[in-house]
């Protein structure tokens, strides 16, 4: 028998950012601009295997995970304290208005098949917190692949059906901003570079590779992260099929579902609520996982402590809270890609200073700057084109 290929930790990074805020931002994508953005959702898949590669190889490299060095980024013990603490309550913020979205969005999908209100919304919580609680990554890693791969056939199956015109496809992978694309745009990079990823991929590495095991990391995190963006691809192509050509504005879940009617038909609702469902339940279990991820990395506490399930449940709980605010359930969604891109900043600087300082490569300080300069312009462009 041949040598076992080991897959995995990258689909729960796949997993994570094909939530909600993707399938959303990528239906609007196709909606309103055709298939102009496809350029963005490449862009945004490189940077995030940029990252997330670094963010690997440095914890395989250093026996240690990123959570785990970040009170000795600097020399100075107060300095060290400061910068922790802002790191770890930006991505618990972070991961907590994504939790939002995530219920938010897997309540939608839920209820527009069998209405049974915000009920929906306590269910999901609930599976939710029996994945988180059990503490076993394998349990957790299976059920998320699963549900990734039903995303994945549904869209593709869908792209694949509309048969979109290859030349205009082509056309839509060279850069150009259509007008008043620009905050599209930048949702798509925001909602695929997800902060709590890069800390939660350091961590779960270490628990199953070692330094030699390189090649095999870059392998897992090159096919999950090509996998997402094949997803996010595939949205944008079946919404503009669906809906460019026609001028049909998105208002809501259902509206959305009718880019599947080309391969499904009538049951085009049934087949997009599940996927809807899908992401937003695989998003609601990492995004919390990842969140504890850190604070125990950082304080020392155990997988399996009750720190870590409380952290859980904190983030779960508000994400469920939030269905009951008196705000749109897709700007809720909105709201959460805003709050991604405004803490990525200190995320990304934080990981670059953090890598060269240990490795000072030219080569990584390259691809450091370049990704620092493609998260600030995210940032700006939500600040001032919003």
Same mark, same amino acid.
């Given at each position: 028998m041949g040598k076992k290929i080991k897959l995995g930790p990258g689909f729960l990074i796949t997993a994570a950012f094909i939530g909600p805020g993707t399938v959303t931002s990528a239906s609007f994508a196709g909606a309103s601009f055709g298939f102009s953005l496809l350029w963005v959702v490449l862009i945004s898949g490189a940077l995030a295997f940029v990252l997330q590669e670094m963010s690997?190889?440095? #914890?395989?490299?250093? !026996?240690?995970?990123?959570?785990?060095?970040?009170?000795?980024?600097? !020399?100075?013990?107060? +300095?060290n304290i400061v910068f922790t603490l802002v790191a770890v309550l930006a991505v618990v913020l972070g991961a907590a208005a994504y939790e939002a979205g995530n219920i938010?969005?897997?309540?939608?999908?839920?209820?527009?098949?069998?209405?049974?209100?915000?009920?929906?919304? +306590?269910?999901?919580s609930i599976v939710a917190l029996m994945f988180l609680w059990r503490g076993r990554y394998r349990g957790i890693e299976?059920?998320?692949?699963?549900?990734? !791969?039903?995303?994945?056939?549904?869209?593709?199956a869908t792209a694949v059906k509309a048969g979109p015109a290859l030349f205009e496809v082509l056309k839509g992978l060279v850069p150009a901003f259509p007008e008043n694309s620009k905050p599209i745009a930048t949702a798509l990079l925001g909602t695929t570079v997800v902060p709590y990823n890069l800390f939660l991929y350091s961590s779960i590495v270490l628990k199953r590779w070692n330094s030699s095991n390189l090649p095999e990391m870059r392998k897992d995190l090159g096919i999950s992260i090509a996998l997402g963006v094949i997803?996010?691809?595939s949205i944008v192509v079946t919404s503009a099929a669906a809906f460019f050509a026609s001028g049909i504005r998105i208002d809501s879940a259902a509206t959305m579902a009718v880019q599947l009617a080309p391969?499904?038909?009538k049951f085009a609702k049934t087949a997009?609520? +599940?996927g809807l469902f899908a992401a937003g339940l695989s998003s609601a279990?990492?995004?919390p996982y990842a969140a504890s991820w850190l604070v125990r990395g950082v304080f020392g506490f155990k997988e399996s402590s009750k720190v870590f399930r409380i952290i859980s449940t904190i983030i779960v709980l508000f994400g469920l809270s939030s269905v009951f605010f008196p705000i749109n359930p897709l700007q809720l969604i909105i709201l959460a890609q805003i709050a991604n891109g405004l803490i990525l900043p200190v995320i990304v600087i934080y990981l670059g200073y953090t890598i060269f300082k240990e490795n000072k490569s030219? #080569?990584?300080?390259?691809?450091? +700057?370049?990704?620092?300069?493609?998260?600030?312009?995210?940032?700006?462009?939500?600040?001032?084109?919003?």
């Open positions: 690997g190889r440095f #914890s395989l490299e250093k !026996g240690e995970d990123l959570s785990q060095v970040l009170m000795k980024t600097t !020399g100075s013990r107060f +300095v938010t969005g897997a309540y939608i999908g839920l209820n527009e098949l069998f209405p049974l209100g915000k009920f929906w919304a +306590v269910i999901i299976i059920f998320l692949m699963g549900l990734v !791969g039903l995303m994945s056939l549904s869209f593709l997803i996010t691809a391969l499904l038909g997009f609520c +599940v279990i990492t995004a030219l #080569s990584q300080l390259f691809l450091i +700057v370049i990704s620092i300069v493609f998260v600030l312009l995210i940032v700006f462009s939500r600040l001032f084109s919003l």
